[in-house]
């Protein structure tokens, strides 16, 4: 059985575009105007994708279960268990004493609580982002930042906020790979592409989060340390993906940048500290430790980040993965056509039902975590009590991601993603700065960079050839686009509210960074346009 994707089910492009947006702005109405639980709204998005996929889109029944199955196995199997791992690292670096020295150690660099989320949300989280992404930046920075004395719905707007110009290179260049296999533009073009977009937006964002944390006039009295941050990411990321290659652009970026911004707080000093009341009771600034207590307490998250870049590594990969429990998802693999003119013939969609959790991301912190807690010689029992605690914390968490996530397969195997992200390639002279607004929509839409770029590469494509501007400009722009909607997915809000302990909340974490969103969404599509239009001589390969 085969079913043919209907990109115009009520003959009308807009009132079709309409359609298509209803689950996602029910889910949006019951959190932010029911102001519901999230799982409540996830459920309720959830259901109503189930009857506009039905009754207006005409998708058998069949299809409709397999997609839902899909999706709330990915749910549970790629970001749930990240979760479950992410808490639990933290907990077991918190319970093993290791932490106390880790925000000695980060408060000995400087006191500033400004100057620490620079340290901990940017470069740390820009490090665990190219190392195996899938909402770890947030999780583990989100806890961190808690730790040192952050409030946590600060600590879950900046870590949303801080994730976003590394998520084009996220999971060892996985996103850029992405849409190399479904443009079949060479890598290295895209991969450039992508380098001559973003390093501006990684130069200005340390400045960014710290006016958004505590204004411009506590901003601009250390300026200085963050137009460094910036400025070594920003120089480092252009360098990396236009002269080297795309899968270690954010590892090598953050590690300059860390490792730059550390030696210049060891000569410059901000005249005003801002410390938090967690800091400045403590008195952590006066406690020092010698390299290997201090090497000691980070080796949970250095043991861990290790692991996730060997689990992310291919040929490791590839010797862990069993063939046997990567399977076609039932009832949904091949029986689902993409149609013209998203493809240039008829395709059918892949669907893989992927169980085996050893490759997963979450299994190499999983394994991390319970390392460093038998290194610091806690028993078997206290490691299982910390992990089941974990547990039974996140549990209602577990049904938002898996109605969300069933929400989001639904929509795309019943092309209503689709839909919207058609009507944004009817704008003519004007589709540089929407089509980059496509991408922006493909992660709000999917959760991830890859997954809109393998939604809407090749409808990018196809569209900047019939518009007259270049492929590669807008292929990229999908994914450099993208990345501003990474904050806004309702995964990403849960990962964020979770982690930083704000269940109940997801709606005000979504307003306080919805409008950062759509200004770096639109401040790309300018930029892009610039270089359609203004100057295409900086596109690779020619315009």
């Excluded at 105007?33 to 009857?51: D, E, H, K």
């Excluded at 839409?445 to 518009?467: P, R």
């Excluded at 292929?475 to 686009?481: D, H, R, T």
Aim: proline residues 5%; aromatic residues 12%.
């Amino acid at each position: 059985m085969t079913w043919q994707q209907n990109y115009d089910p009520l003959s009308w492009w807009p009132l079709s575009t309409l359609a298509a947006a209803v689950p996602v702005v029910t889910l949006f109405f019951v959190l932010l105007v029911l102001r519901r639980s999230i799982w409540m709204a996830s459920l309720a998005g959830f259901l109503m994708a189930i009857a506009m996929a039905s009754f207006v889109f005409g998708m058998p029944s069949q299809l409709i279960a397999g997609a839902s199955l899909s999706g709330v196995v990915f749910g549970f199997t790629r970001i749930a268990w990240l979760i479950i791992a992410s808490l639990f690292l933290f907990h077991v670096a918190v319970e093993s004493g290791q932490f106390q020295v880790m925000k000695e150690s980060i408060s000995g660099l400087s006191a500033d609580r400004r100057l620490q989320v620079i340290l901990i949300a940017f470069c740390f989280g820009a490090f665990l982002e190219g190392t195996g992404g899938g909402g770890a930046p947030v999780a583990i920075a989100g806890s961190f930042l808690i730790g040192l004395g952050v409030p946590p719905f600060e600590a879950a707007v900046l870590c949303l906020l801080a994730n976003t110009a590394p998520v084009a290179w996220g999971g060892v260049g996985n996103p850029i790979r992405t849409l190399e296999g479904v443009t079949n533009i060479d890598i290295d073009l895209l991969n450039a592409m992508v380098g001559r977009i973003l390093p501006p937006f990684s130069f200005i964002l340390p400045t960014w989060l710290i006016v958004t944390m505590a204004g411009w006039r506590r901003a601009l009295e250390v300026l200085p340390a963050l137009l460094v941050s910036g400025g070594s990411f920003a120089a480092m990321q252009f360098y990396w993906s236009n002269y080297q290659e795309a899968g270690l652009v954010d590892i090598v970026s953050a590690i300059f940048s860390l490792l730059v911004t550390v030696v210049f707080l060891k000569f410059w000093k901000p005249r005003n500290l801002m410390t938090s009341e967690a800091n400045a009771s403590a008195d952590t600034a006066q406690t020092t430790h010698s390299l290997s207590s201090v090497l000691k307490a980070w080796s949970p998250f250095i043991v861990t980040s290790l692991l996730i870049f060997l689990w992310s590594y291919s040929a490791f990969n590839q010797y862990l993965t069993n063939k046997a429990l990567n399977m076609p998802a039932p009832w949904l693999s091949g029986s689902v056509l993409r149609m013209p003119p998203v493809v240039a013939e008829p395709v059918p969609e892949v669907a893989r039902l992927d169980l085996n959790v050893l490759i997963l991301p979450g299994t190499a912190v999983f394994f991390g975590a319970v390392l460093s807690a038998f290194l610091s010689g806690m028993s078997f029992g206290r490691v299982a009590g910390i992990f089941g605690r974990t547990c039974r914390q996140l549990l209602p968490s577990m049904l938002a991601i898996s109605c969300m996530v069933g929400l989001a397969y639904i929509t795309k195997y019943s092309g209503m993603d689709t839909v919207m992200g058609l009507s944004l390639t009817r704008t003519g002279w004007a589709y540089p700065f929407f089509g980059t607004l496509l991408g922006w929509l493909g992660v709000a839409l999917t959760g991830t960079d890859a997954g809109s770029n393998a939604l809407f590469g090749n409808l990018q494509k196809v569209t900047a050839e019939q518009v007259g501007v270049s492929p590669v400009l807008m292929a990229s722009a999908n994914s450099a686009g993208g990345v501003m909607g990474k904050m806004i997915d309702a995964q990403s809000i849960l990962v964020a509210s979770t982690a930083c302990k704000l269940s109940g909340r997801e709606a005000d974490v979504f307003k306080a960074v919805i409008y950062h969103s759509i200004a770096l969404a639109c401040l790309v599509g300018l930029l892009v346009t610039t270089y359609a239009y203004v100057c295409p001589w900086i596109i690779p390969g020619g315009p």
